[in-house]
């Protein structure tokens, strides 16, 4: 019989002691370089937004890790597990297959002690607070506000490749400040990059009432066309704020498995920690999308393991003649390359579910 060409090589072992099944934590799985943010772990600013996991042994850790990162060809079915509480580090034992190589890797783990959580990380997530979003239920009243209310002045965002800036309005309105983009590059440039994806991008995620992207209109100002997004108050980006801990972390990943979702189904290949706000209640905002609807990748980017019963029901049913309508107008490709990326993406999780069991990937 032929041995396994691993039967030899030295298990790499991490001489800690193990979690205790009474201590808990919450993990911070650090991303993948390839499929789970599209850049290297030593890059700070473009980091994936983490899925936050309730750690109680290291079993807990190993079926997350099947679960989340297969896809990812970090993790398989046989490998040797260690959770160490003193040194917050992951080992992984005789990896196989995929790319990786040598005997042994370790995957960080910010591993911060808190209280065991009642809710599970696998259930379905309590309905979103509104926070910030003071958008929610109103999108009429702020899409008209953007169009026609006087801008005072324009400012300098001091962040951004396409040099946005911020139109500060009158007092009085419903919103105090908005952000606009004029660039309108198309594809004859080596990357796609428009005004025109800001505002397909908040069509397509009101189509899905996800409602995660700003109110985004079209206007002119100063004689040229311009993206007016509504200028979120009260967040931080993802980038400032570290490894903190949501409260929620049912809700959490729920939006965090709806953005790559979503990322994908627009082709979106620029998603990073400065462009993922987050309010004071943990709703998740996403905002600069203007190098979106490239369908020159091919590619679907970010990894995706699970999704909610809702958003997956819309997503199905997505209507050729209302894309047409309503996103149809901004994009340079044609509707019938975004369906296309969502039937790859319908296909991807029914395989998922035949694969896993409708539990395992449906949330809800």
Not at 228 to 243: A, F, H, I, T
Request: a positive charge.
């Amino acid at each position: 019989m032929t041995r396994n060409r691993y039967a030899n090589r030295r298990r790499a072992r991490v001489r800690s002691p193990r979690l205790r099944p009474s201590t808990r934590s919450r993990a911070v799985i650090m991303r993948c370089p390839r499929r789970h943010g599209g850049v290297s772990r030593q890059s700070g600013e473009k980091m994936a937004p983490p899925l936050l996991l309730d750690v109680a042994d290291s079993r807990t850790v190993r079926l997350f890790l099947r679960r989340e990162l297969r896809a990812a060809c970090l993790v398989f079915a046989d490998e040797a597990l260690h959770v160490t509480a003193r040194r917050g580090t992951l080992a992984l034992a005789r990896p196989c297959g995929g790319r990786l190589k040598g005997s042994s890797m370790r995957l960080l783990l910010s591993l911060l002690f808190v209280a065991p959580l009642v809710l599970p990380a696998h259930s379905a997530a309590s309905p979103q607070a509104a926070g910030s979003k003071v958008w929610l239920e109103r999108h009429g009243e702020f899409e008209s506000f953007l169009q026609a209310a006087d801008i005072v002045r324009l400012e300098d965002v001091g962040s951004g490749v396409t040099r946005p800036k911020r139109a500060i309005f009158a007092p009085g309105g419903a919103a105090g400040s908005a952000i606009v983009k004029d660039v309108d590059q198309g594809f004859d440039a080596p990357r796609l990059d428009s005004f025109r994806a800001e505002i397909a991008a908040y069509e397509l995620d009101r189509l899905l009432d996800l409602d995660m992207v700003p109110p985004t209109v079209c206007r002119r100002f100063q004689g040229e066309r311009r993206s007016v997004q509504l200028w979120v108050e009260n967040c931080r980006s993802l980038k400032k704020m570290g490894n903190e801990p949501a409260p929620d972390v049912a809700s959490w990943n729920q939006q965090v498995h709806r953005m790559r979702v979503f990322d994908n189904l627009i082709a979106n290949v620029d998603r990073h920690a400065g462009n993922i706000l987050v309010d004071p209640d943990w709703n998740i905002v996403l905002i600069d999308h203007s190098r979106a609807f490239d369908t020159r990748n091919p590619t679907l980017t970010y990894a995706m393991t699970r999704i909610d019963r809702n958003f997956f029901e819309r997503l199905k049913g997505l209507d050729r003649a209302l894309l047409r309508q309503r996103v149809g107008p901004w994009v340079r490709c044609s509707v019938d390359d975004i369906l296309e990326r969502r039937d790859r993406i319908v296909r991807a999780f029914e395989k998922l579910i035949a694969e896993r069991g409708e539990e395992n990937v449906i949330i809800g």
